[in-house]
């Protein structure tokens, strides 16, 4: 079992960035492929991006590529989301998440979550 506290969440102008840190314990986090979700109020929860155990595989949301990177530290037991270029519609609570499998864009397959750190991005 492992347990993941996110940080680095704020408030933020459109354009400016930010970096989320998720930092996990109980479990040796290479375990895990991990992934960072949000949810926006009143929306489902949405896949931003997912890593694989070791790191070379990455999946991002279309509306995010080329502006957020995730990146894993394994010996920090540590998952990072570089958030660059930011907007007003990546506002949300931002999660990550941690599943058993290679890689996966299914929430279902995640069985770990963090408690969400809070993204504003003004306008």
């Known amino acids: 079992q492992v347990q993941l506290v996110e940080s680095g969440g704020g408030l933020v102008q459109a354009g400016g960035s930010l970096r989320l840190s998720c930092a996990a314990s109980?479990?040796?986090?290479?375990?895990?492929?991990m992934g960072w979700f949000r949810q926006a109020p009143g929306e489902e929860h949405e896949l931003v991006a997912a890593?694989?155990?070791?790191?070379?595989?990455?999946y991002y949301k279309a509306s995010v590529k080329g502006r957020f990177t995730i990146s894993r530290d394994n010996a920090k037991n540590t998952l990072y989301l570089q958030m660059d270029s930011l907007k007003p519609e990546d506002t949300a609570v931002y999660y990550c998440?941690?599943?058993?499998?290679?890689?996966?864009?299914?929430?279902?397959?995640?069985?770990?979550w963090g408690q969400g750190t809070q993204v504003t991005v003004s306008s």
């Open positions: 998440a941690a599943s058993a499998a290679m890689l996966s864009v299914e929430k279902g397959r995640y069985a770990y």
């Open positions: 109980g479990s040796t986090s290479s375990r895990y492929s």
């Open positions: 890593i694989s155990k070791i790191g070379d595989t990455i």
